[in-house]
C-alpha cells in the first residue's frame, strides 16, 4: 500500500515554456500533499504544501506564481512550473501521508531546462 | 541551531560491520520521527518510524532519546545492499503534517 505515482518521469523543455509535473496516491487518499526539490547532492527541499481544495501554502523564498500547484482531488496534486529557465533544472519529488506524518514519495520528475 | 541535523559521512564500512547514525532535532515539541532512504537519483523511501520505546525490524533498530533530543539508527550486519543515504525526519508541529529532513548520512557498505 501507500504508492504514489509520478509524471513524468524525465522532461526536458526549452527555456521559456511551462511545464506540469502531476502526483497521484494511487491506493489512498491524501489531503496534503507536498512538492519538493532536490539538487544533486543535496538534501530535499520543501518547496509548498498542497492541501485539497485550498490554495497551496508555499515555503519562503519559493515564487507562488513561478510553481503552481493544483490539489483538485484527494488523489490528484499537479506542479506547474512556468516560464522555465535553465536554473529550474532539478529533480522535483512530490509525497503524500495516508497517516499522520509518514510521508511516501513518488518517483520524482527530473526536469531539464535547455 | 538547524531543525534537523545529521553528520552527512560518508560512513565506509566493511560488509558484516555494525554502524549506527545519528540525528538530532531542535523542537521539542516534535512527537514524531522517521528514518528513509534514498538510494542515488531516486526518491526518497519510508524505511521505519521511530517509537518511544524504539523498535527493531530485522536488523535495523530506531531509537529516540528525547532528552538529548536526538534519534538514532543501527544497522547491524551491514550489506552491500545497504549503501544509500540515510535522511531522518522529525514532524514540525502545528504544520499540516509536515515533515522536515535532515541533509543525509551517507554510508558506503565496502566488500
Known amino acids: 500500500g501507500a504508492v504514489v505515482s509520478q509524471h513524468p518521469s524525465r522532461v526536458i523543455c526549452k527555456s521559456g515554456t511551462s511545464v506540469k509535473i502531476e502526483c497521484r496516491s494511487l491506493?489512498?487518499?491524501?489531503?496534503?500533499m507536498f512538492w519538493y526539490r532536490q539538487f544533486p547532492k543535496q538534501s530535499l527541499m520543501l518547496m509548498a504544501t498542497?492541501?485539497?481544495?485550498?490554495?497551496?501554502?508555499?515555503e519562503q523564498g519559493v515564487e507562488k506564481d513561478k510553481f503552481l500547484i493544483n490539489h483538485a482531488s484527494l488523489t490528484l496534486s499537479t506542479l506547474t512550473v512556468t516560464s522555465a529557465h535553465p536554473e529550474d533544472s532539478s529533480f522535483y519529488i512530490c509525497?503524500?501521508?495516508?497517516?499522520?506524518?509518514?510521508?511516501?514519495f513518488g518517483p520524482g520528475t527530473r526536469l531539464t531546462v535547455t | 541551531r538547524k531543525e534537523v541535523e545529521q553528520d552527512p559521512g560518508p560512513f565506509n564500512v566493511p560488509e558484516g560491520a555494525t554502524v549506527a547514525f545519528n540525528c538530532t532535532y531542535s523542537?521539542?515539541?516534535?512527537?514524531?520521527f522517521f528514518w528513509y532512504r534514498q538510494d542515488c537519483r531516486k526518491e526518497p523511501k519510508l524505511l521505519m518510524s521511530?517509537?518511544?520505546s524504539g523498535n527493531e525490524d530485522g536488523r535495523f533498530t530506531a531509537q529516540l532519546n528525547r532528552a538529548s533530543q536526538y534519534i538514532s539508527l543501527l544497522i547491524r550486519d551491514s550489506k552491500l545492499s545497504d549503501s544509500a543515504t540515510y535522511l531522518c525526519?522529525?514532524?514540525?508541529?502545528?504544520?499540516?503534517?509536515?515533515?522536515?529532513f535532515g541533509t543525509g548520512t551517507k554510508l558506503q557498505v565496502i566488500p
Open positions: 521511530v517509537y518511544s
Open positions: 525526519a522529525v514532524n514540525s508541529p502545528g504544520g499540516y503534517q509536515k515533515v522536515t
Open positions: 509525497s503524500a501521508s495516508p497517516l499522520s506524518y509518514e510521508q511516501y
Open positions: 498542497s492541501n485539497e481544495g485550498s490554495k497551496a501554502t508555499y
Open positions: 523542537n521539542s515539541a516534535s512527537q514524531s
Open positions: 491506493d489512498f487518499q491524501a489531503t496534503t
